[in-house]
């Protein structure tokens, strides 16, 4: 299984957002989007749910996601947005994770199956304590873990995740974080997160693409893309790159700001 873009544009308000990118990425990895705030990250997973109008060809596991029905995207991918407006519904955690299932199927049916891959998710990413109760009332972090295991609870082929730890603290960021790495790799699904946190990307990010102004600006292995140079052109900002656990991964010290050139 592999995800694909070829000449892939978003238009916003007249203005061209996304300026024809060529991205693959692979199944059973993660792939970091990163850039500075405008670069288009959050408008990318947008155009591929259908959220913003996409052209071009968007294809995982040889289906194309641009043109098709929202039946069918909602079948193949699973969107964790920043906006999580959509929990507040008079519903438990445990009814949703149930509802989730259904797809298009008209009437609520609440089968074995459906019982069982909607206590395996809260087991999965912790929430039991949250079964019954309804994510509206709950705090912004716990919402955005509950917003996860909805997107998960569908097994989509395709994850897009638009930065899923900004309201967690540090523990739920690496428990959570330790979650989608794992069933990314174990269920063999593609998975895109847009991260701010750098350190958070070189740890747990296989592969890395970096937008600027629209396009892409470099894309690869994480360890070979998560540069000073790359982050200084990107971002604007002077950074230093230090090897920690003997080359396990990078962590991202930032100095100061550049002068605009």
């Not at 438990?92 to 459906?114: F, H, I, N, V």
């Not at 994510?135 to 899923?164: C, K, N, Y």
């Amino acid at each position: 299984m592999s995800f694909s873009t070829a000449n892939y544009r978003v238009t916003l308000g007249g203005k061209q957002i996304l300026k024809g990118l060529d991205i693959t990425a692979s199944a059973g990895r993660t792939l970091a989007l990163l850039g500075a705030n405008g670069a288009g990250k959050s408008t990318f997973m947008k155009g591929l749910c259908g959220l913003a109008p996409a052209h071009g060809s968007a294809i995982i596991n040889g289906t194309e996601l641009l043109g098709a029905s929202a039946v069918k995207r909602a079948q193949l991918i699973g969107y964790v947005a920043q906006d999580l407006a959509h929990l507040d519904v008079r519903l438990s955690t445990y009814e949703l994770l149930l509802l989730a299932q259904q797809g298009t199927a008209r009437g609520w049916k609440t089968g074995k199956d459906a019982q069982r891959k909607a206590a395996e998710m809260l087991e999965l990413l912790g929430l039991e304590r949250f079964a019954e109760s309804q994510p509206g009332q709950l705090s912004g972090g716990e919402r955005q873990m509950i917003s996860l295991a909805l997107a998960l609870v569908r097994s989509p082929q395709l994850l897009l995740l638009d930065e899923p730890t900004s309201a967690l603290d540090l523990a739920n960021q690496l428990q959570i974080l330790d979650a989608v790495s794992t069933y990314t790799r174990a269920q063999n699904i593609v998975t895109l997160a847009i991260f701010h946190d750098m350190n958070l990307a070189s740890r747990y990010a296989d592969d890395t693409l970096m937008l600027h102004q629209g396009h892409v600006h470099c894309s690869g292995s994480t360890r070979s893309t998560l540069t000073p140079e790359n982050l200084a052109h990107v971002y604007g900002v002077d950074c230093r790159a230090l090897s920690v656990d003997d080359g396990a991964f990078t962590a991202i010290y930032p100095v100061s700001v550049l002068e605009p050139a």
